[in-house]
């Protein structure tokens, strides 16, 4: 790769000046580790002490996908299921009356996703990080929880995941934040990363803060408490690029094994969409591509980046994104120190940056079952005759469509198009995708899908000239 740092850093920089963000960090992941991390401004306006390397800011709600994987380690482990009723592992939620008496009973796997029925509570939630046991205890005993009935809709939830929380508490025997301390942040190496911003505020700590009417003010520090699991976290850009290094550890899947602290299954299993997908808020004058909601995780498919999984994060005083490519192994996050910074927009920047500057990937090769059904395939349209490939039919496919009418249809292509060659071939899977064929007068796009069977067959194969 032609290095875009460069780039990246002007990019950073011109983009926390426009935003006026007092200070901001970032970092890129590669390979699995963090190949370049860029600082800007100050983490203290009125001490003038710099953004460095190894500062700390608070990440808010980036804190959810880390609360996702403690649950599924322990779903992992046996000790939960994420479809049993919330009540199961938070016994006093059996006393809250559902939103309608025909309403299912919330689940973990709701709660997750976020569509447990809980009103969006974003404003609310950042202010209460610091709640109590007994406060929660309170909220549940007696708080107007629901807007609508569970497992309708995607609705943002804060109280969701500091609900989870309660449950990796009562299902560990230990404080949700001991739990992901000894589960996730120790075996990692994350030693700069806590739940107590009070105490982080001792060292190398951005503070948050606020522009009202061209006047900065300091936020005040949210203290740790029950509601943390939602968004509690503080952080450096080096300790967080451990965290992206993992996750990204996961894509392939491939037969090694696995050494990491959660599965590398749970990992992937985080990013797949679990919710109803949502239209995605433009950034920068383009709509990116409908994303859903995973498991602490935003899931979503646009061009040229592919596949991003991503999450944003703000408290009063902050602003935080990663974006995640699973199918390249980069990572980039941001942190800014203003109330809200809208992140996800130079993380996106970021990565195009770095797409634009990167060859190309190889191309997935097709299975050796694919490339063989493809050969056959090609010859078929050369000879004119469907038969030409027979032996590599599944049971289903002349009685699908007789070999006269898949003549027909090749005669008809071959008149249109002339002779073709193998251009392009675009696995999906080991047993289905797309080739192409260059053709005097056009181009053929074929999708092929074989037969589950000990020698796979072709099962289905559609045809199309590509406009």
Known sequence: MNSPFAAVDAALAAFAQEQQIPGLAAGIVQGGRLVHATTVGLADIEGARKVGPDT???????????TA???????DQGRLALDAPLSQYVPQFAAVALATRDSPPVSLRHLLTHVAGFVTDDPWGDRVLGMTPPELDALIASGKLFARPPGLAFEYSNLGYALLGRVLTNVSGEPYQSFIRRTILKPLGMTRTTFDAIEASRGDYAWG???????????????????????GLATTVPDYARYVAFLLSAWPARDDPDTGPVRRSSVREMGLWHAPPFP???????????GAYGYGLMTSVDAPLGRRLHHSGGLPGYGSHVLMLPDRGWGVMAFGNRTYAQMSRITLRVAELLHDAAPQPEPAK???????AI???????ASGRIETAANLFAVNFLLDMPARLRDAELTSLK???GEGRLEKIEPVHALGGCFTLACEHGRLKATIILSPDAEPGIQKLTLTVEE
């Open 56 to 66: 700390a800011f608070r990440i808010a709600s980036m804190t959810k996908n880390m």
């Open 415 to 417: 008149e249109k198009l």
């Open 375 to 381: 050969e056959a395939v090609v010859a078929a349209y």
């Open 209 to 231: 803060y606020r522009l009202d009417e061209e006047q900065w003010s300091r936020e005040r520090i949210e203290p740790d408490g029950e509601v943390g699991a939602m968004g």
């Open 69 to 75: 994987l403690a649950i599924l380690a322990l779903r």
């Open 280 to 290: 995605p808020d433009p950034v920068e004058g383009r709509v990116p591509a409908p």
């Open 366 to 372: 097709p299975s050796t079952a694919l490339a063989r």
